[in-house]
């Protein structure tokens, strides 16, 4: 292999990065970070001088636990300022300038292309608007709402759209932001008293570009003013496209006139990829990235095995690639499936929802754990910090990252509203115990085993 092994120490450990942060808060803090060297055991990374006390500080246990899901436990991992030396006496970067780069606009991912985009009978309509908005914003339809599980492309044509409209359109002036960019940015204008530069920022545009919609519910003061921001643009002939993890509908926590403004535009579902194009996208992301092609086996044993998210897909190639390179090993079908057992993706056949593609559902998650451990639905979802009540509620955060493809805050709304790092903690306490208790390890083992084969008719009906 000819590709840098430092270069795919990065990839892979920013794949874990983006799972565990976000996007927004990986683009901005993370994104700059360099391998400066590793050697199996030792990680250095290199950070710009004026951020890396700041990094470190609020990301460094982060670092650690993703360096170590993605290397192995051996691995500690050191952050390093990379270029000029740090001006004497100043430990922590510009804060009024690192809130400004925080507020402003998100800049497009530049491989997240229409021309990069895998078309497939899941997503062909879905593509097929979003070019439609891009070609004619304002026009074509509006609100575009892009909706499917986690994974499947939606964050992808959000961002191709703001790329073509950067390269053809320039004088549009385009937000591009997520759901919880915008509470964040709403919560700190109304702090810092400059809500009317807030204002100003999202609703004098053009194109107003929204991922993850969903994580404005519950958030009653957040969803007034994106209800008055939404009114003001639609009115104003701006093109709002919006993105989120299930159909305006199923918005249950959402106030109604905000979910009947979704609605009334275009609803655009994208589907988990079919096996032909989940290997189209990985030959995409290998001539992306500049690989050499793996051999068709390894194509294939990929593709089979990941069914249904194209992140984890597209990680799964980085991981077996990069496996191949560090280790000097040949890359061929016997090396992916070693990589992949070691992910715990079942083997084709092995388990019966991934082999048909169906994801569990959150609720699911949450109903087998509940029969596991003796609990109703109603006590896992309950604030209590009893430890009867707490660890099957860790357990189940855990599983339900790790088999439904939800994204962090998504899962912690299902838990009665709690945050993301709430969720991420719950899974990092939960790999530990499973890693240390053969007890606790077994428990998993079996619950992991029922979401594979349990139909979901069946876990419902268990429910009652």
Same mark, same amino acid.
């Given at each position: 292999?000819?590709?840098?092994?430092?270069?795919?120490?990065?990839?892979?450990?920013?794949?874990?990065?983006?799972?565990?942060?976000?996007?927004?808060?990986?683009?901005?803090?993370?994104?700059?970070?360099?391998?400066?060297?590793?050697?199996?055991?030792?990680?250095?990374?290199?950070?710009?001088?004026?951020?890396?006390?700041?990094?470190?500080?609020?990301?460094?246990?982060i670092l650690q636990t993703?360096?170590?899901?993605?290397?192995?436990?051996?691995?500690?991992?050191?952050?390093?300022?990379?270029?000029?030396?740090?001006?004497?006496?100043?430990?922590?970067?510009?804060?009024?300038?690192?809130?400004?780069?925080?507020?402003?606009?998100?800049?497009?991912?530049?491989?997240?292309?229409?021309?990069?985009?895998?078309?497939?009978?899941?997503?062909?309509?879905?593509?097929?608007?979003?070019?439609?908005?891009?070609?004619?914003?304002?026009?074509?339809?509006?609100?575009?709402?892009?909706?499917?599980?986690?994974?499947?492309?939606?964050?992808?044509?959000?961002?191709?759209?703001?790329?073509?409209?950067?390269?053809?359109?320039?004088?549009?002036?385009?937000?591009?932001?997520?759901?919880?960019?915008?509470?964040?940015?709403?919560?700190?204008?109304?702090?810092?008293?400059?809500?009317?530069?807030f204002k100003a920022r999202?609703?004098?545009?053009?194109?107003?570009?929204?991922?993850?919609?969903?994580?404005?519910?519950?958030?009653?003061?957040?969803?007034?003013?994106?209800?008055? +921001?939404?009114?003001? *643009?639609?009115? %104003?002939? &701006?093109?709002? $496209? /919006?993105?989120?993890?299930?159909? @305006? =509908?199923?918005?249950?926590?959402?106030?109604?006139?905000?979910?009947?403004?979704?609605?009334?535009?275009?609803?655009?579902?994208?589907?988990?990829?079919?096996?032909?194009?989940?290997?189209?996208?990985?030959?995409?992301?290998?001539?992306?990235?500049?690989?050499?092609?793996?051999?068709?086996?390894?194509?294939?044993?990929?593709?089979?095995?990941?069914?249904?998210?194209?992140?984890?897909?597209?990680?799964?190639?980085?991981?077996?690639?990069?496996?191949?390179?560090? +280790?000097?090993?040949? *890359?061929?079908? %016997?090396? &992916?499936?070693? $990589? /992949?057992?070691?992910?715990?993706? @079942? =083997?084709?056949?092995?388990?019966?929802?991934?082999?048909?593609?169906?994801?569990?559902?959150?609720?699911?998650?949450?109903?087998?754990?509940?029969?596991?451990?003796?609990?109703?639905?109603?006590?896992?979802?309950?604030?209590?910090?009893?430890?009867?009540?707490?660890?099957?509620?860790?357990?189940?955060?855990?599983?339900?990252?790790?088999?439904?493809?939800?994204?962090?805050?998504?899962?912690?709304?299902?838990?009665?509203?709690?945050?993301?790092?709430?969720?991420?903690?719950?899974?990092?306490?939960?790999?530990?115990?499973?890693?240390?208790?053969?007890?606790?390890?077994?428990?998993?083992?079996?619950?992991?085993?029922?979401?594979?084969?349990?139909?979901?008719?069946?876990?419902?009906?268990?429910?009652?």
């Amino acid at each position: 292999m000819n590709a840098d092994p430092l270069e795919h120490t990065w990839t892979v450990l920013a794949a874990e990065l983006r799972a565990a942060v976000g996007e927004p808060l990986f683009d901005v803090w993370l994104a700059p970070l360099t391998v400066a060297a590793y050697d199996g055991s030792h990680l250095v990374l290199h950070a710009p001088a004026e951020t890396r006390d700041w990094v470190t500080e609020r990301f460094g246990r982060i670092l650690q636990t993703s360096a170590v899901a993605a290397f192995g436990p051996q691995v500690d991992l050191e952050v390093e300022r990379a270029g000029a030396a740090a001006v004497p006496g100043r430990d922590e970067p510009d804060v009024p300038a690192v809130r400004q780069h925080t507020l402003s606009r998100q800049a497009p991912n530049p491989k997240y292309t229409f021309d990069q985009f895998v078309i497939g009978g899941s997503n062909r309509f879905a593509h097929a608007a979003a070019l439609a908005v891009a070609e004619n914003p304002g026009t074509a339809y509006n609100p575009l709402y892009l909706c499917g599980p986690p994974g499947v492309g939606k964050t992808h044509l959000l961002h191709a759209i703001a790329t073509y409209l950067d390269r053809y359109a320039g004088g549009l002036r385009i937000q591009l932001t997520s759901g919880e960019a915008f509470a964040n940015d709403f919560i700190g204008a109304l702090h810092g008293g400059n809500i009317e530069a807030f204002k100003a920022r999202h609703r004098g545009v053009d194109i107003l570009l929204v991922d993850d919609v969903q994580f404005l519910m519950a958030k009653a003061r957040t969803e007034e003013e994106f209800f008055h +921001t939404f009114n003001h *643009l639609r009115d %104003a002939g &701006a093109q709002i $496209v /919006l993105t989120s993890d299930r159909p @305006p =509908a199923d918005l249950d926590r959402l106030a109604d006139r905000l979910r009947d403004r979704f609605a009334s535009g275009l609803i655009a579902e994208v589907l988990p990829p079919d096996l032909q194009t989940r290997r189209a996208v990985l030959l995409k992301r290998v001539a992306l990235d500049g690989l050499p092609t793996p051999p068709s086996d390894v194509l294939d044993t990929i593709a089979q095995r990941i069914t249904v998210n194209l992140r984890a897909l597209e990680g799964a190639l980085i991981r077996v690639v990069a496996f191949a390179s560090l +280790t000097s090993r040949p *890359l061929d079908g %016997a090396l &992916a499936s070693e $990589v /992949l057992d070691d992910l715990g993706t @079942p =083997a084709r056949g092995e388990g019966g929802s991934r082999e048909s593609g169906r994801v569990p559902t959150v609720t699911e998650v949450q109903q087998l754990t509940c029969e596991a451990f003796g609990l109703t639905r109603e006590e896992l979802l309950s604030s209590s910090r009893a430890t009867r009540v707490s660890w099957p509620r860790q357990v189940a955060m855990y599983l339900a990252r790790e088999h439904t493809g939800a994204s962090l805050p998504s899962i912690g709304a299902e838990f009665g509203g709690r945050g993301h790092t709430t969720v991420l903690h719950a899974c990092r306490r939960t790999a530990e115990r499973v890693a240390a208790d053969p007890e606790a390890s077994q428990t998993v083992r079996e619950l992991r085993a029922r979401l594979s084969t349990t139909p979901p008719a069946e876990q419902t009906d268990r429910s009652k």
